[in-house]
């Protein structure tokens, strides 16, 4: 059974930073490419970054420069380094397991699994 569990959500000051982490077990974590998606309240979700299985990322544009995606296939875990955060970054994130980050990318809505982690990034 596979399950991915989010967690490192709070609340922070715009500015400040935050790390999400989403642990996987009951598949083989380095078999696949993962991606981190969000939904703000009253908006529908959209992709954040997706890494391959290799460690490449790809982040959206409005996070790029910001937000870095990483993973450690050893520990079955996936992360997400969020610098010079915005209010508009505040939402519900999400992170799930694709084929490829192409296939991440062209799905809609983007995957989510799991039960998310909220971030609230105050002005």
């Known amino acids: 059974q596979v399950k991915l569990v989010e967690s490192g959500g709070g609340s922070v000051q715009a500015g400040g930073s935050l790390r999400l982490s989403c642990t996987a077990s009951?598949?083989?974590?380095?078999?696949?490419?993962m991606g981190w998606s969000r939904q703000a309240p009253g908006k529908e979700r959209e992709g954040v970054s997706c890494?391959?299985?290799?460690?490449?990322?790809s982040p959206a544009d409005s996070v790029k420069g910001r937000f870095t995606a990483s993973r450690d296939n050893a520990k079955s875990t996936l992360s997400l380094q969020m610098n010079s955060l915005k209010p508009e970054d505040t939402a519900t994130y999400y992170c799930?397991?694709?084929?490829?980050?192409?296939?991440?990318?062209?799905?809609?809505?983007?995957?989510?699994w799991g039960q998310g982690t909220l971030v609230t990034v105050s002005s």
């Open positions: 890494i391959s299985r290799y460690g490449f990322a």
């Open positions: 799930a397991t694709v084929s490829s980050c192409s296939s991440f990318w062209s799905t809609n809505p983007v995957p989510a």
């Open positions: 009951g598949l083989s974590f380095d078999d696949y490419a």
